[in-house]
């Protein structure tokens, strides 16, 4: 039984910096992967960052430079580093996991998901 817990969300000004964590339990899949997704009010789900099981990491436009994904095995812990944050990075951030990856950008990939935290830049 595959399980997400996500923690870390919050309140931030506008520069700052945050660290979303996602404790993943009963995932066993070394062809899947991870990724953070996000939801503003009004707005689709959209994909923030992904990784694969090799560490391999990717970034959408609006983030690269400013978010970094991250993994710890030992711990089985899955971050988001998020710094310069921005007004319009406010939503409610999910993490999910993929036992494919058939297409590490597209929520319909992701099989399993936390149940959301919030993080909110003004």
């Known amino acids: 039984h595959v399980q997400l817990v996500e923690s870390g969300g919050g309140s931030v000004q506008a520069g700052g910096s945050m660290r979303l964590s996602c404790v993943v339990s009963g995932y066993t899949y070394p062809r899947g992967c991870l990724g953070w997704f996000r939801q503003a009010p009004g707005k689709e789900r959209e994909g923030v960052a992904n990784?694969?099981?090799?560490?391999?990491?990717d970034y959408a436009s609006p983030v690269e430079g400013r978010f970094t994904i991250s993994k710890d095995n030992a711990d089985n812990t899955l971050y988001l580093h998020m710094s310069s944050l921005e007004p319009k990075d406010t939503a409610m951030y999910y993490c999910?996991?993929?036992?494919?990856?058939?297409?590490?950008?597209?929520?319909?990939?992701?099989?399993?998901w936390g149940q959301g935290t919030q993080v909110t830049v003004s």
């Open positions: 990784i694969l099981e090799d560490g391999e990491e």
């Open positions: 999910a996991a993929s036992t494919d990856c058939r297409d590490r950008w597209s929520s319909d990939s992701y099989q399993y």
